[in-house]
């Protein structure tokens, strides 16, 4: 996974890389920053004209598609305002017209592998879920391939680049660790992760001495939030659920939380401040996080199975209100034994929020709003 990785470091840097799919070469680059100019760059490389390929939750969201990802042909001519309104503009009937929007919808084509891969990178990249591609024609074969040897472009091979949102199962490196007591829980110990591509560190916090032989071990997956956790953000419960989990966990004798870096559900903080901005206009965070090209929650918990697999607990109590975590648990290995409501306040910033976690995404919050009325 290699080459994988750097080509993350490359698109975040706002460079093409090569992603080769069987005989079809494709040049792939983020949307995000991507101005007019280097939407035509893109296309005397590889000599063929763009494409924007968009991801089914872009695509329903616009009204098109018929489930699967799908790409656009750009043609010349008000490409950057197509970019913004097509990629990630909330109403992109305004910024194009109804029969503009209509035009473009109607000359969608199927998806391929490296158009596939090419949105697994920028998911994995964190970046906008939406790419600028560009089939290589066989006019430009040598020009490509003298920038591949000469080090001006990355080349990865799509099967590879398809599969970097599943990480590197059993490959987690435990790099460091010190104690380290806290307000609400003494004695704590805190053991840092790395993945194996660097990109991202995940932390267990241990506890006290919890028993990992019989009983069932105090657990918590925490997703990192860093307007809520750090600077207490009314928007969300985030930041007290981190803390009372850490004070009932003590409570129970001991047990581990772990602190996964899945800013935003998986969307990472850039996307999560685009969300809110989104939801300041009228949407709850599900559909705001459509618009931009999500799911409804991006996040993957095998990383939580190999950090409990590394601390040798394969039974717990797991707080959440979240079914989704127990069923990746369970699915990893892991006996959830029991699960334990774990809440934060409700107040009037977070209402809607956690309404949309309640009604349309499970989450399981009826003790919360009951305590409200």
């Known amino acids: 996974m290699h080459q994988v990785e750097r080509a993350i470091f490359d698109l975040r840097r706002g460079l093409p890389v090569l992603v080769v799919a069987k005989d079809t070469r494709v040049l792939v680059q983020a949307i995000e920053g991507a101005a007019e100019t280097a939407v035509s760059r893109l296309g005397e490389l590889a000599g063929t004209t763009p494409a924007l390929v968009l991801s089914r939750h872009r695509l329903a969201i616009l009204g098109a598609g018929d489930g699967a990802e799908a790409r656009l042909p750009l043609p010349e001519g008000r490409v950057q305002r197509r970019l913004e309104a097509l990629a990630f503009g909330a109403t992109p009937a305004a ?19 490296a158009d596939l891969a090419a949105l697994a990178l920028m998911r994995r990249a964190l970046l906008i879920p939406s790419a600028l591609v560009a089939r290589v024609a066989e006019s430009r074969d040598d020009a490509v391939t003298q920038a591949v040897a000469d080090g ?9 680049a398809a599969r970097c949102l599943d990480g590197a199962g059993g490959m987690l490196r435990r790099v460091s660790e010190a104690r ?28 006290g001495d919890p ?42 004798g001991g047990g581990v939380l772990l602190y996964l870096a899945q800013e935003g559900r998986g969307i990472g903080l850039a996307n999560k401040l685009r969300a809110y901005t989104l939801q300041d206009g009228g949407l709850d965070t599900l559909d705001a996080d459509q618009i931009l090209g999500f799911g409804e929650d991006e996040r993957r918990y095998g990383v939580a199975v190999d950090m409990l697999d590394a601390l040798g607990i394969r039974r717990v109590q797991l707080m959440t209100n979240n079914p989704l975590k127990m069923a990746a648990l369970a699915q990893g290995g892991i006996e959830v034994v029991e699960r334990q409501a774990l809440y934060g306040s409700l107040n009037d910033h977070n209402h809607r929020y956690l309404s949309a976690k309640a009604e349309r995404a499970g989450h399981l919050l009826d003790e919360v709003f009951r305590a409200r009325r």
């Open 211 to 252: 028993a990992l032989e019989a009983a069932a071990v105090p657990l918590r997956l925490h997703s990192a939030c860093l307007t809520g956790d750090l600077f207490g953000s009314l928007r969300c419960d985030c930041g007290e659920q981190l803390r009372n989990a850490v004070a009932e966990i003590e409570a129970l």
């Open 95 to 113: 910024s194009l017209g109804q029969a503009g929007l209509e035009e473009c919808c109607a000359a969608l084509e199927a998806a391929g592998p």
């Open 152 to 160: 001006t472009l990355l080349t990865v091979a799509a099967e590879q």
């Open 180 to 207: 380290i007591p806290l307000v609400d829980a003494f004695d704590c110990r805190f053991i840092l992760f790395r993945e194996p591509d660097g990109l991202r560190e995940h932390v267990a916090v241990v506890i």
